[in-house]
């Protein structure tokens, strides 16, 4: 539903006809009820944008060079993935980051104690 929503771009969209336009509400429509549904029965998006790559959550599909992001770090969502609970029932396809400095690991507040 998502790619059909945005195969057309605002421009296109606000030259639509009536017709065009009843056909994107529909989908709109249809998208918003598929995702209640998906959420009633404990289905989750996956958006990882920013975050570490997970290659349990995450398929990487290409790097990309941009040294303001960390490497190893969530570039670019290609496509969405979801989960059931704590299962992965479609991994999110994402671009890596690579050129960056590496990611920090978190602090450990009692190291040493």
Do not use: C, W
């Amino acid at each position: 539903m998502d790619r059909a929503l945005k195969a057309l771009d605002s421009e296109i969209r606000a030259k639509a006809d009536a017709g065009v336009k009843a056909l994107l509400d529909g989908v709109e429509l249809t998208e918003r009820e598929l995702v209640k549904v998906m959420e009633k029965h404990g289905i989750a998006k996956i958006e990882p944008l920013g975050q570490k790559f997970d290659p349990h959550l995450h398929q990487a599909m290409f790097e990309v060079p941009d040294p303001s992001i960390p490497a190893g770090t969530v570039a670019q969502v290609v496509q969405p993935g979801y989960k059931i609970g704590e299962r992965v029932l479609r991994p999110a396809m994402v671009a890596i980051a690579k050129g960056g400095a590496k990611a920090e690991a978190p602090a450990n507040d009692n190291a040493g104690s």
